[in-house]
């Protein structure tokens, strides 16, 4: 019985795929507040999040019975929702080939790649960091995709190859989204911590 | 390894050969501003997981109220 509320065990999955009902509930419950929280993390605001975890799970429901496990039934779920919020943003997993952040990185560093302007101290940053309106403001300042990877790295924990199954990108172009999100942050944080080197 | 180059290992979060992770591991013993990039790294993880944990998300009557509503428009359809 155990193994059947196992939400990543064959049986629990089987019955999903069957559309029972009491598993399809043990689902929703199980994953509607992170879609929310995942939809947030993208962008959008607290409303339009809801909207889109119920569009998400509607469309799951029609898909289901497709399912045939190559992917957890999580990435399943939040592939369905960053492909709605992608396509809400018409940004789609396009990757931009330049990025003005890859030019201030690029300032940072002398021909031989030494730094010129070393980083802020951690302490500063550390502060800056965790102070939740400074990092809010400069989290809204990343493009959705970074943002999507950035979160799905970080906080959903997810390995590469999910968040590329996810986002329908290639490793190569997740480690880009991941450096612009990462550096984009950063250097946000820098400037909000009052440093000047 | 350049400083820039370990930026960018660090930044995309690269797959390093052993050979490769251990002359990053030596870069960032020796060099200070790497080393404060480093941590700076560890630090947006560390924030970006208290501000989703603290979270702008749902109250727990406002979740289930959300579940329940997804529940009854699904189970309509069986």
Redesign the interface.
């Known amino acids: 019985m155990a193994e059947a509320w196992d939400v990543s065990s064959a049986g629990f999955i089987k019955k999903v795929v069957a559309q029972d009902a009491a598993s399809i509930e043990r689902l929703v419950r199980a994953y509607t507040r992170h879609l929310h929280n995942a939809a947030v993390g993208m962008g959008f605001d607290p409303e339009t999040a809801k909207e889109m975890v119920q569009d998400t799970w509607i469309t799951f429901y029609e898909k289901v019975p497709a399912f045939e496990g190559r992917s957890s039934v999580r990435t399943f779920i939040f592939a369905i929702l960053y492909r709605k919020g992608l396509e809400k943003c018409r940004e789609l997993a396009k990757l931009r080939k330049h990025d003005p952040v890859d030019d201030v990185v690029a300032a940072r560093f002398d021909l031989r790649g030494h730094w010129v302007r070393p980083p802020a101290s951690p302490e500063e940053f550390v502060l800056a960091a965790e102070t939740s309106e400074k990092f809010h403001a400069c989290l809204e300042k990343l493009p959705l995709t970074q943002r999507a990877a950035f979160t799905l790295k970080e906080v959903d924990d997810l390995e590469s190859e999910e968040i590329c199954n996810t986002l329908g990108i290639t490793v190569t172009n997740l480690g880009v989204l991941l450096y612009r999100a990462r550096n984009r942050l950063r250097e946000c944080l820098e400037v909000k911590s009052g440093w000047k080197s | 390894m350049?400083?820039?180059?370990v930026?960018?290992n660090l930044?995309?979060?690269?797959e390093l050969s052993h050979m490769g992770k251990l002359k990053q591991m030596a870069h960032l013993f020796m060099c200070?501003?790497?080393s404060?990039?480093w941590?700076?790294?560890r630090?947006?993880?560390?924030?970006?997981?208290?501000?989703?944990s603290?979270?702008?998300?749902?109250t727990d009557a406002e979740?289930k109220s959300?579940?329940d509503?997804?529940?009854a428009?699904?189970?309509g359809?069986?």
């Open positions: 350049s400083c820039k180059e930026v960018e930044g995309s979060g690269k200070g501003p790497c404060r990039y941590g700076h790294m630090a947006l993880r560390g924030a970006v997981r208290k501000y989703f603290d979270g702008p998300s749902l979740s959300l579940e509503r997804i529940i428009r699904l189970l359809k069986t």
